[in-house]
Nanobody
Framework: QVQLVESGGGLVQAGGSLRLSCAASGLTATTYTVGWFRQAPGKEREFVGAIRMNRWRESNDYYADSVKGRFTISGDSAKNTVYLQMNSLKPEDTAVYYC??????????????????WGQGTQVTVSS
């Protein structure tokens, strides 16, 4: 059974940084995909970024235009953890952030319905 546990959310001033972690257990596939999504009150769930990794520690990462150049996704295979480093945060980044995983090479990585497993979400609040 796959479980995802997120941590690292909090309150930060605009321009600040936060790093979210997504600790995964139970992912045994050779290749898997981890996506980050966010949802602000009254808005639909939004793609933030994704990383596709394999057992040989090769990876590719992808980002929404709204966060490109500010957010970075990385993975630590030894710790089964994926990180979302968020820099230059803006008030519009305020949302609940979710990590999602699928034990396959997800082609449509921006589409949240493609993921089978989800974390509980962590609140990120950016004050102006």
């Amino acid at each position: 059974q796959v479980q995802l546990v997120e941590s690292g959310g909090g309150l930060v001033q605009a321009g600040g940084s936060l790093r979210l972690s997504c600790a995964a257990s139970g992912l045994t596939a050779t290749t898997y995909t981890v996506g980050w999504f966010r949802q602000a009150p009254g808005k639909e769930r939004e793609f933030v970024g994704a990383i596709r990794m394999n057992r040989w520690r090769e990876s590719n990462d992808y980002y929404a235009d709204s966060v490109k150049g500010r957010f970075t996704i990385s993975g630590d295979s030894a710790k089964n953890t994926v990180y979302l480093q968020m820099n230059s945060l803006k008030p519009e980044d305020t949302a609940v952030y979710y990590c999602a995983a699928d034990d396959s090479f997800v082609v449509l990585y921006w589409d949240y319905v493609r993921y089978d497993y989800w974390g509980q979400g962590t609140q990120v609040t950016v004050s102006s």
